[in-house]
Structures are given as structure tokens and as C-alpha cells.
T-cell receptor
Framework: SQQGEEDPQALSIQEGENATMNCSYKTSINNLQWYRQNSGRGLVHLILIRSNEREKHSGRLRVTLDTSKKSSSLLITASRAADTASYFCATVPLNSGGSNYKLTFGKGTLLTVNP | EAQVTQNPRYLITVTGKKLTVTCSQNMNHEYMSWYRQDPGLGLRQIYYSMNVEVTDKGDVPEGYKVSRKEKRNFPLILESPSPNQTSLYFC??????????????FGPGTRLTVT
């Protein structure tokens, strides 16, 4: 069953612009993670935000979490052509005891950064 | 180099012919998992394992088997493949709760076609 749902499904921007992707989920979570996937390749972990955190930064990435709205956003600043990829949010449910064996992924946002 | 490896990377087979996709990790991770990725459906978990000899079903386990006899290996077995199992398969591992880290490391993927 899908837990996270990303929005938009596809996003096309120019190099240097910021890209914002959103994720909504249904049940209470322990943490939420964002992953990146280049076409047909394995996913790469970007950032994890715990349920008691509201914002987290990593380089050009900024993630926010609003547990009252059950939503998260991923902001990529000053985008580059190399950022072109699919981005997925994934959630770990609160009742899992903190382990990540029920990591549930959304369907992803396809980001295209045009040079 | 820390990594998750999968073999084979590409496989074309016929309906009913048993096959095994191997997965191995060199990070001493306790947790391992298999996903399948299909267009429009995102990643769906097939099976996961929290430790040696401990496995459990994910969201789409029908038609698949797994085993975890050693910590580093987690093969995916299709006893009688059918065309609806044509997909891109990913193995992932994580140190999980024991290691306090929840990020998952993904293998490069196995593209399976069942005719």
C-alpha cells in the first residue's frame, strides 16, 4: 500500500532555479526519508527527518516536515542539470519500533533541470 | 567499498522456469529487503529480513520466496515466474534499529523480463 504521495509527478525547471517537491502521507511516522534515483539505477539516500524535527538541511537540500498536515517538502536550491532524476519520499511508520523494515515509498517526482 | 551487489543485472526468461536473483552486502547490515519497481506504481516491498533466519512479507510477496542463511546474502527466488513479474528489482540493506541508522543502501537493480 502506498503511504507517501509526491507532488508534482513531474517538474521541469531551468538550471539555477529552485525545485520544490512535496510528499503527503497517511499514517503517523517515526521518520521520513528522501531518495534520489537516476534513470533505471538504484536509489540513493539524500536526507532523513525524524517526526520531532521540523526542518533539516544538507548542502543544497532543505527538507521540512509538518506532522500536523502529514506532509513534507524537499527543496533543491540553485539546481543543476546533474540534479535531473526521480525523487522519492519514504516513510517509516510510528508503530514499527523505530526499525525501518516497513519503509514505504511514494511514486516519485521526475525532476528535469534544463541547462 | 561499501556496496550492495545484485546478480544478474539483466535476465530474460520464460514462464515457469525457476530463477534466483542474488543479493549481497558487505556492510554487516542486519536488515535487508527486496523491492520491485513498476511504471506508475513506484517501489513496492516484496520481502524483508531483520536478521539471519528472520524474514517477513512485504506488500507484494505473492510468487516470491526468500531466504537469509547468512547475514550478507538475501537471495530472491521465483519458483515459477510469470509475465506479471516482469519488473525492475532492487535489493537494499540497512543497519536498521541496531545500528541507529535508517538509511537504506540500494543495489544497482536487476531488470527481469518473463516471456
Amino acid at each position: 500500500s502506498q503511504q507517501g504521495e509526491e507532488d508534482p509527478q513531474a517538474l521541469s525547471i531551468q538550471e539555477g532555479e529552485n525545485a520544490t517537491m512535496n510528499c503527503s502521507y497517511k499514517t503517523s511516522i517515526n521518520n521520513l526519508q528522501w531518495y534520489r534515483q537516476n534513470s533505471g539505477r538504484g536509489l540513493v539516500h539524500l536526507i532523513l527527518i525524524r517526526s520531532n524535527e521540523r526542518e533539516k538541511h544538507s548542502g543544497r537540500l532543505r527538507v521540512t516536515l509538518d506532522t500536523s498536515k502529514k506532509s513534507s517538502s524537499l527543496l533543491i536550491t540553485a539546481s543543476r542539470a546533474a540534479d535531473t532524476a526521480s525523487y522519492f519520499c519514504a516513510t517509516v511508520p510510528l508503530n514499527s519500533g523505530g526499525s525501518n523494515y516497513k519503509l514505504t515509498f511514494g511514486k516519485g517526482t521526475l525532476l528535469t533541470v534544463n541547462p | 567499498e561499501a556496496q550492495v551487489t545484485q546478480n544478474p543485472r539483466y535476465l530474460i526468461t520464460v514462464t515457469g522456469k525457476k530463477l534466483t536473483v542474488t543479493c549481497s552486502q558487505n556492510m554487516n547490515h542486519e536488515y535487508m529487503s527486496w523491492y520491485r519497481q513498476d511504471p506508475g506504481l513506484g517501489l513496492r516491498q516484496i520481502y524483508y529480513s531483520m536478521n539471519v533466519e528472520v524474514t517477513d512479507k512485504g506488500d507484494v510477496p505473492e510468487g516470491y520466496k526468500v531466504s537469509r542463511k547468512e547475514k550478507r546474502n538475501f537471495p530472491l527466488i521465483l519458483e515459477s515466474p510469470s509475465p506479471n513479474q516482469t519488473s525492475l528489482y532492487f535489493c537494499a540493506s540497512s543497519s536498521g534499529m541496531a545500528g541507529g541508522s535508517y538509511e537504506q543502501y540500494f543495489g544497482p537493480g536487476t531488470r527481469l523480463t518473463v516471456t
